[in-house]
DNA sequence: ACATAATGGATTTTT
DNA sequence: TCCATTATGT
């Protein structure tokens, strides 16, 4: 980040007076406006620094660490910094470093949540039943032991599937609950789920492994019920620094409360209005009640902006303030220049897409640099029309996020080999490459080993070892299985004499992976190349042990600097970053915001959105240009759109309607736009903005022959009735996919009283009594 | 055991 | 629409 002049104190001796001692005002504190300032030197007791968009956050963090120290008042192991990605630990470690010089290497405690929370889980794992050298398994391998515990349980895995117990036992976690902890207001699968959780933690104990959620978790257990290893981290820790607060979920909250001493030397930084991770667990709660939390707590207030023009910074405001429940914050700036905020309505996606290609291209002309113009959509299905365009006028471009490196499955390959070399009881490993490539092995072959490694409670491979001696299976199947083990074990033989990359090499071309890649036509190169990738980024690591604790914290490869192009990125990957010209598409309803957001969380979750949309607006430094469509291809379909709510909520004063196509006539600012749909007719809601009347219109359009959808409607006060709530309504929401005994599974179409109108996927559409079907 | 047809599902994303 | 996973056939 750039906030404001890079701090120019590459000497801090040259501050400091005899012994080391700081006299007068040290260079690192200048230049910082008194509020930073103030943030900086509250050393002493709890600090909630509450810094908005742009206002300096990253410096005042870093500066505060690099004061703690220059100051004597803690050596740098004596630090806890937490951050949530790596890429922030990343940054504030490099310009610590810029700070106060290498001794910033000491800071060991600094990371993100879950490599602090690791780096103590592996001192103190045998209390919790594990080995110091578990392993940490990621999405992937979760699911695949949640899918043979459904299995195991008899459970349809269609109605029940893996990724959703997945996804639930991570959520449970992320609260902070264990097995025995949970509420039993929490469930799966029919009174299942406690069982089903339980199940998986032995499963992972079994496995010496845990899960993300389990770092944390885990620590929970043995900082709380080991009163004397708590105390040691509380002495060693007299410093505490949080990034990101508002993004911190439960878990992690009680484990700053764990690590907290006394003295309370905690600083948590974050912005109430930039939290937009409520979906991942993350709890806005806890920003909102710090001084509850911690009494007597200094609260600062970052409020001047070094990015935005003004007119970027009203359009901002004014959309932020229609949330609810914030600490408020009044961003200003002395800026004056600027254009307004461009509003612009066009036909189709693919308008929208040409629209912004040509600016992309003006813009250039005029001198920005590719990179200093990035595209910002609510959902990575988006992108594909921007690609299009882009690839047609060969406008450079990168496509920031998606699908990451160490996920490509030719990537976790190559890692289920090296890892199953590493420790024979792999069985997730096992399981991944055993037939991979083919080796003649079928489905039920390797049903049988891993059935056989169940039962008799050894690792598969074992199991498999004394298969191969006995004559229960096929001759063919056993001189595959034979030949596999031969191969693992000369491989492992192979890794004590040489280094770990040129392991990779042998094994990915002896198991003849390679060759099945050079076979496939359509996606072999890429993937060869990835692989190659792969040798080349773990030379870089002392062993394969440090290589693969690596990978399963970081997930990520740090690519060189990006080429001159075009970002184009979602808004949640565009946090914390910031570009000259920024453009904001897609600000259709369903779509930003979210549909589903909507339907999920009601009222919490359209706020969720409207932060998603303030980050979007606070990226931007000198020109942001907003634009919805009309119409919109989603899944192949043609939809109608209509322009979203926020586009209604941006302030007149800082907005500049243009419309492309006359088609909404948009031409005195956006809350006297008239559109075509306002004559449409709108249920009742206590809610009267224009663009919320149009949602609903829209909503219900979605829908032929629906009812108005009652528990989609507010409340008077405004509020949503939460939808799947038992006590709202009927507790039936439209769209809820739903199981019934005779006719499958389906889809509520609407809602009549008791009844229900239901699509069936097999059956058709049925009228069926509620207390018929249940919710899936 | 493998190739092909049918089905169903589809945000945001870090660690 | 389009992708991935599953059912089906040889």
Redesign the pocket.
């Known amino acids: 980040m750039t906030e404001s002049a890079p701090p120019r104190i590459s000497d801090l001796a040259r501050s400091h007076g005899p012994g080391g001692v700081p006299a007068g005002t040290p260079d690192y504190l200048k230049g910082l406006n008194p509020e930073q300032r103030e943030a900086v030197e509250t050393t002493e007791g709890p600090v909630l620094v509450l810094a908005g968009a742009g206002t300096g956050k990253t410096r005042v963090l870093t500066t505060r660490l690099a004061h703690i120290l220059a100051s004597g008042r803690a050596k740098p192991w004596e630090l806890l910094a937490v951050t949530?990605?790596?890429?922030a630990a990343r940054e504030m470690r490099e310009r610590i470093t810029h700070l106060i010089g290498p001794s910033a290497e000491g800071l060991r405690w600094l990371g993100?949540?879950?490599?602090v929370a690791a780096q103590i889980l592996r001192r103190h794992a045998e209390l919790v039943g594990l080995k110091s050298t578990f392993t940490i398994l990621d999405?992937d391998d979760q699911e695949r032991v949640c899918k043979q515990l459904l299995e195991a349980a008899n459970l349809d895995?269609?109605r029940w599937t893996p990724r959703s117990l997945s996804g639930i036992i991570d959520h449970w976690k992320n609260r902070g609950w264990t097995p025995e902890k949970l509420p039993n207001t929490e469930d799966f699968a029919n009174g299942k789920g406690q069982t089903l959780y339980a199940a998986y933690q032995a499963r992972l104990a079994s496995l010496n492994a845990c899960d993300?959620g389990d770092l944390l978790l885990h620590n929970l257990t043995i900082l709380s019920q080991h009163a004397d290893i708590a105390e040691e981290y509380r002495r060693r820790f007299r410093y505490i620094l949080v990034d990101e607060y508002q993004d911190t979920n439960v878990a992690q909250y009680l484990w700053l409360r764990l690590l907290t001493s006394s003295t309370g030397n905690v600083c948590c930084v974050g912005d109430d209005d930039q939290s937009i991770y409520g979906?991942?667990g993350a709890e806005v709660d806890n920003i909102l009640r710090f001084e509850r939390d911690f009494p007597g707590a200094k609260v600062i207030r970052l409020e001047r902006n070094y990015r935005s023009t003004h007119h970027i910074l009203g359009a901002a405001s004014g959309l932020i303030s229609a949330n609810r429940g914030r600490l408020g914050k009044t961003l200003w700036t002395e800026d004056n220049s600027g254009d307004k905020v461009r509003v612009r309505g066009v036909w189709d996606g693919e308008a929208e897409a040409r629209l912004i290609a040509d600016e992309i291209e003006t813009a250039r002309r005029q001198g920005i640099g590719y990179k200093d113009m990035a595209v910002l959509v609510?959902?990575?299905?988006q992108m594909r029309a921007f690609e299009e365009r882009f690839v047609m006028l060969a406008v450079p471009y990168t496509v920031i996020?998606g699908p990451?490196f160490f996920e490509r499955a030719e990537i976790r390959d190559a890692h289920a080999y090296l890892r199953l070399i590493l420790s024979e009881d792999d069985d997730l490993a096992f399981e991944r490459i055993v037939n991979v490539p083919?080796r003649?092995?079928?489905?039920?072959?390797v049903q049988k080993v891993l059935q056989i490694a169940r039962e008799t409670g050894v690792p598969a491979m074992t199991a498999v070892r004394d298969l191969i001696t006995s004559d229960e299976l096929q001759a063919r199947?056993r001189t595959a299985f034979a030949n596999f083990i031969r191969d693992i074990d000369r491989w492992r033989q192979f890794a004590q004499t040489s280094s770990h990359w040129e392991l990779t090499e042998t094994v990915l071309e002896e198991s003849g992976y390679t060759d099945m890649q050079k076979a496939d036509r359509a996606t072999g190169q890429t993937r060869l190349d990835n692989l190659k990738e792969l040798v080349q980024s773990m030379q870089a690591f002392d062993g394969l042990t440090a290589y693969l604790e690596h990978v399963s914290?970081?997930?990520?490869l740090d690519r060189g600097e990006s080429a001159d192009s075009v970002q184009v990125?979602?808004l949640?990957?565009a946090k914390g970053l910031e570009f000259p010209l920024v453009f904001l598409p897609g600000w259709e309803e369903g779509v930003f915001p979210?549909q589903?957001?909507i339907d999920?969380k009601g009222e919490k979750?359209l706020e969720e959105e409207r932060r998603l949309a303030y980050v979007g607006v606070t990226r931007g430094k000198e020109d942001v240009r907003i634009s919805f469509a009309a119409n919109r291809q989603v899944?192949?379909?043609w939809q109608s759109q209509l322009p979203s709510r926020f586009v209604d909520e941006l302030p007149i004063d800082h907005v500049e309607a243009q419309s492309d196509t006359g088609y909404y006539g948009a031409s005195g600012g956006m809350r006297e736009a008239k559109s075509r749909w306002d004559e449409m007719p709108s249920f009742g809601s206590g809610y009267s903005s224009p663009g919320w009347k149009r949602g609903q219109a829209f909503a219900a359009n979605r829908v032929p022959n629906a009812q108005p959808a009652r528990q989609t409607l507010l409340e008077g006060d405004g509020r949503l009735v939460a939808s799947g709530d038992p006590k709202a309504g009927s507790g039936w929401t439209k769209g809820d996919r739903v199981f019934h005994q005779k006719f499958g599974?389906g889809q509520v179409r609407a809602i009549e009283g008791n009844k229900l109108v239901v699509a069936f996927?097999?059956a058709g559409e049925k009228k069926v009594i509620d207390t018929f079907v249940e919710k899936t």
């Open positions: 949530f990605t790596n890429k993100t949540f879950h490599s999405t895995t269609k993300f979906w991942r609510r959902a990575s299905f996020g990451r083919k003649g092995l079928g489905d039920t072959s199947t914290l970081v997930m990520d990125m979602t949640h990957g979210s589903r957001s999920e979750g899944y192949g379909r599974y996927d097999k």
